[in-house]
């Protein structure tokens, strides 16, 4: 096999192993119905990779609106929010390990355009950190957008509260950027002895 060749082959191995992987979105279609109710055992809640996990056990912990409601931001299918004040709406990946958080969307819980502030915190291979999502005051969901790798995030449930809609993600194996440099590094190095 040439050189020309086999470096061919080694990009081809490189980007499958290594290449964008398919993004998912979670948008709580299976929830969808007339009326409002419990998601999954109430508690936990799995779709498309990711597993929704609320901070306090019950029945009804997570929940859903209808699509007859007004409170409903997706007014043809389904949100899903966290039914107990003070308490966390917990994100991982079905499974466990990191998966890469593009985007979500927000709206507050009836879906009145009121402004909120909602704590956002996540996991990611360095610790965990905090910060603030600021909801506008306009009816319907708002997109926030991420791109970054985490093990987890959490939405706090205050008042005036959130729903959640269209988690976009992208799962599996999420490459480390020194992993990248150092495999880069050595198809240089590859490169180059050969040219001597």
Same mark, same amino acid.
């Given at each position: 096999?040439?050189?020309?060749?086999?470096?061919?082959?080694?990009?081809?191995? @490189?980007?499958?192993?290594? $290449?964008?992987?398919?993004?998912?979105?979670?948008?709580?279609?299976?929830?969808?119905?007339?009326?409002?109710?419990?998601?999954?055992?109430?508690?936990?809640?799995?779709? %498309? $990779?990711?597993?929704?996990?609320?901070?306090?056990? %019950?029945?009804?912990?997570?929940?859903?609106? $209808?699509?007859?409601?007004?409170?409903?931001?997706?007014?043809?299918?389904?949100?899903?929010?966290?039914?107990?004040?003070?308490?966390?709406?917990? @994100?991982?990946?079905?499974?466990?390990?990191?998966?890469?958080?593009?985007?979500?969307?927000?709206?507050?819980?009836?879906?009145?355009?009121?402004?909120?502030?909602?704590?956002?915190?996540?996991?990611?291979?360095? $610790?965990?950190?905090?910060?603030?999502?600021?909801?506008?005051?306009?009816?319907?969901?708002?997109?926030?957008?991420?791109?970054?790798?985490?093990?987890?995030?959490?939405?706090?449930?205050?008042?005036?509260?959130?729903?959640?809609?269209? @988690?976009?993600?992208?799962?599996?194996?999420?490459?480390?950027?020194?992993?990248?440099?150092?495999?880069?590094?050595?198809?240089?190095?590859?490169?180059?002895?050969?040219?001597?």
């Amino acid at each position: 096999m040439s050189f020309k060749s086999s470096t061919l082959a080694a990009i081809t191995v @490189v980007a499958a192993l290594f $290449g964008p992987a398919q993004a998912a979105v979670v948008t709580f279609a299976p929830l969808t119905s007339a009326s409002q109710g419990p998601a999954g055992d109430g508690t936990t809640y799995l779709e %498309s $990779g990711l597993t929704f996990t609320s901070s306090v056990v %019950s029945s009804s912990a997570l929940y859903h609106w $209808g699509t007859t409601q007004s409170f409903n931001a997706d007014p043809t299918g389904a949100t899903l929010f966290q039914n107990f004040p003070g308490q966390s709406l917990i @994100v991982t990946q079905t499974g466990g390990g990191d998966f890469f958080l593009n985007s979500f969307d927000l709206a507050d819980a009836y879906n009145t355009g009121a402004a909120s502030v909602i704590l956002f915190t996540y996991t990611d291979g360095t $610790g965990t950190y905090s910060s603030n999502l600021t909801l506008d005051s306009l009816i319907g969901l708002q997109t926030f957008s991420f791109g970054m790798t985490v093990s987890s995030f959490s939405l706090r449930q205050d008042s005036p509260y959130f729903q959640i809609d269209n @988690v976009v993600f992208n799962g599996g194996h999420v490459p480390e950027p020194t992993s990248l440099a150092l495999l880069g590094l050595g198809l240089i190095a590859l490169r180059l002895g050969k040219r001597k």
